[in-house]
């Protein structure tokens, strides 16, 4: 029922392009510029505080780089045939210089970001300006490249403003936050020699990423659906997108995610420190603060 509702049609090719020139110089520099301020940010970082958190991010946002060909395949996305200068090829993909110096800044800067602000113990109220920032971030960054000339984007793709899908920013945006959740529970373990395993963190976060949250609109890009039928399957993408965002929120502790569970969990403690003290002063005796309420009451100090 679902392929006589779509009518494939195997049309879904990446397109052959020349390069267009001076768009890859154009973008190649800006992007090069943004990447000399992260990479000046992690030298000094190590420098004063021997500090290599930064570096680990942006190299791990480099690695990051090798899934592009399959992202571009899957999700509709072309780069010049020829001309400029290439890194890598893949999958029929020749991925051009200015894709590494990018990924550096964007998926690992961005997950970076997300590590600080969750190690930090951002609320709620700070973390989801965050995500806007990084969406909007993605969004100036992809306008530019697309409305250059320099890359674009193929197939029938929803919500396609001057060239540019804007579904892609919310799936774009969760691999950098799982990336930067991945550290967060492993970064005890990723001590001495195994603190090099960190620039992998970055890798699954974003693969799993693109994976969880991007495969129905893959899968209707590669089925060549109509573009009615795309837009339908913006819900689940998005959906699966916001669910991801919550699960990393959750597992890292944000403090104001879920008020009322909170509140509740507040009320359970404070009936399980004041029923006892209750029964004590009605039979004449006291007891010392509880563990839980000793703690309360030092933190309120």
Do not use: H
Not at 76 to 94: C, E, K, N, Q
Not at 119 to 131: E, F, G, K, S, V
């Amino acid at each position: 029922m679902l392929a006589s509702l779509i009518a494939r049609d195997p049309g879904f090719t990446q397109p052959v392009k020349d390069i267009s020139e001076p768009a890859y110089t154009i973008f190649t520099v800006l992007s090069a510029l943004v990447l000399v301020g992260c990479m000046g940010y992690a030298a000094r970082q190590w420098l004063t505080a021997r500090d290599g958190v930064p570096a680990l991010f942006l190299a791990g946002g480099g690695i990051c780089s090798l899934f592009e060909p399959l992202l571009d395949v899957n999700g509709g996305v072309w780069y010049p045939a020829t001309g400029g200068v290439a890194y890598l090829s893949l999958l029929d993909v020749r991925l051009p210089v200015f894709v590494l110096t990018s990924y550096i800044w964007i998926i690992g800067g961005q997950a970076y970001l997300f590590w600080r602000a969750l190690d930090q113990r951002w609320p709620a109220n700070r973390m989801w300006p965050l995500i806007g920032f990084v969406v909007v971030t993605d969004v100036v960054t992809e306008f530019i490249g697309v409305g250059l000339g320099a890359y674009g984007y193929y197939g029938n793709q929803p919500f396609e403003v001057l060239g540019f899908p804007l579904w892609y920013p919310f799936v774009n945006m969760v691999g950098p936050l799982l990336g930067a959740l991945v550290f967060l529970v492993l970064r005890d373990w990723l001590r001495g020699p195994r603190a090099v395993l960190g620039v992998l963190c970055v890798t699954i976060g974003m693969t799993a990423g693109y994976s969880v949250v991007g495969w129905p609109l893959w899968t209707g890009l590669q089925e060549n659906a109509p573009l009615w039928v795309m837009y339908l399957l913006c819900a689940p993408t998005l959906l699966l997108a916001y669910l991801a965002v919550r699960l990393a929120l959750t597992v890292a502790g944000t403090p104001g995610l879920n008020p009322s569970t909170e509140l509740e969990s507040d009320s359970d403690l404070a009936s399980v420190v004041q029923e006892p003290r209750a029964a004590d002063e009605a039979a004449g005796t006291r007891r010392p603060l509880s563990t839980a309420r000793a703690l309360r009451t030092r933190e309120g100090t």
